[in-house]
């Protein structure tokens, strides 16, 4: 009972605090928790002005997070590309590792039973010991091959290839993406749009995210993309859907490891919450979209490493210092 007044006085704090007080205060999770369970309630008047300046907040700590890690990956040399540029370096080295295949087939015993399948001997020591042995010859292939393109003809915060910052007409387009859904956007993808934009980490490094002929290229590292606006306004209208409508934001990791995946990732529309689900477009598991957002930046923008063998932790921590919680 010694407790009870200041237990009270907590409770009264709570009541009149806004949820953007307890967001800057440090609740970043628990006031998203609180948003997301209202559902569609929180576009009630009670609620709707303070979720849509938290959803604003959340949304500049990422962009800043998002400038952070494009300049610290272009100190390391990481070297970001478009889709095509990556699908054509992606065939490169597939052709590489078929070579190495053929290599170790044609020196292995005639009644090898791997001689003949290809994927034992993807998964073979030989195979392995081949790619540590040619990774240098790896990484001189590809930079020549970047360089032959005439890469990076731009600075990459200046690329809008890898970041498509918001313009002059953002408003109007989101208005438009929402009369085309036949109703709103959640209130975190609305917030992405307006203070973020399209962005890309898809690119090459040795140690984040390999070529298919390099040491752990068997990771999809999944580094964040999610499609520019205008993008996103036309797939959804040349799109014809039964049912339930999805916003097309993102190839799902496979696919942006240069293999055939499961689908784009996407969101639900419409959809009247503070936060959709973001995953595989057709599916109905998957984060959050704040959440997913949280992991990309806990892991430097390549959430795909977590808990995979192979990976450049001390590389990932030093992307991750020091981003602002979301």
């Known amino acids: 009972m010694a407790n009870w007044p200041l ?13 953007l007080d307890r967001y800057l205060g440090g609740q970043c999770v628990a006031v998203w928790r609180e948003l997301t369970s ?7 008047k009670r609620y709707a002005a303070d979720a849509s300046a938290v959803a604003r907040e959340t949304m500049r700590r990422a962009r800043h997070n998002i400038e952070v890690l494009i300049t610290r990956l272009d ?16 065939k490169e080295a597939n052709s ?3 070579r190495m295949i053929m290599e170790i087939s044609a020196k292995m015993d005639p009644g090898d039973k791997r001689r003949s399948n290809e994927i034992r001997i993807l998964r073979s020591p030989e195979y392995r010991k081949k790619l540590v042995e040619r990774a240098e010859q790896a990484r001189q292939a590809t930079t020549q091959s970047l360089g032959r393109a005439g890469h990076r ?12 910052v918001p313009g002059k007409n953002t408003a109007k387009e ?18 992405w749009y307006e203070e973020v934009g399209g962005v890309s980490l898809l690119g090459w490094h040795s140690l984040l995210s390999p070529n298919s002929d390099e040491p752990h290229s068997d990771v999809c590292p999944d580094p964040l ?13 040349e799109e014809e859907f039964e049912g339930q409508a999805y916003v097309y934001l993102a190839p799902d990791d496979v696919t942006k490891g240069g293999s055939g995946g499961a689908g784009p990732y996407g969101m639900r529309v419409p959809d009247a919450s503070a936060d959709g689900v973001f995953a595989v477009v057709g599916s109905r598991k998957g984060l959050s979209f704040i959440n997913y957002l949280r992991g990309a930046f806990k892991w430097g923008g390549f959430p795909g490493w977590e808990g995979k ?8 921590s030093e992307l991750a210092e020091g981003l602002l919680p979301m």
């Not at 237990?7 to 949820?19: K, V």
């Not at 209202?38 to 009630?44: A, F, P, T």
């Not at 003809?153 to 498509?164: E, G, I």
């Not at 993309?225 to 209208?237: D, G």
């Open 174 to 191: 989101l208005d438009q993406l929402e009369k085309l859904a036949g109703g709103p956007l959640p209130m975190s993808l609305r917030a």
């Open 96 to 98: 590489r590792v078929f």
């Open 38 to 44: 209202l559902g569609e309630e929180v576009r009630h």
């Open 309 to 316: 063998r192979g990976c450049p932790a001390k590389l990932i």
């Open 153 to 164: 003809a731009k600075p990459p915060l200046k690329d809008p290839t890898v970041w498509s």
């Open 75 to 90: 100190a390391i040399g990481y070297r970001f590309m478009a889709l095509q540029d990556h699908d054509r370096i992606t």
């Open 7 to 19: 237990a009270f006085a907590y409770a009264i704090e709570l009541t009149m605090a806004t949820f």
């Open 225 to 237: 993309m999610i499609e520019p606006l205008k993008s996103t306004i036309r797939q959804f209208s």
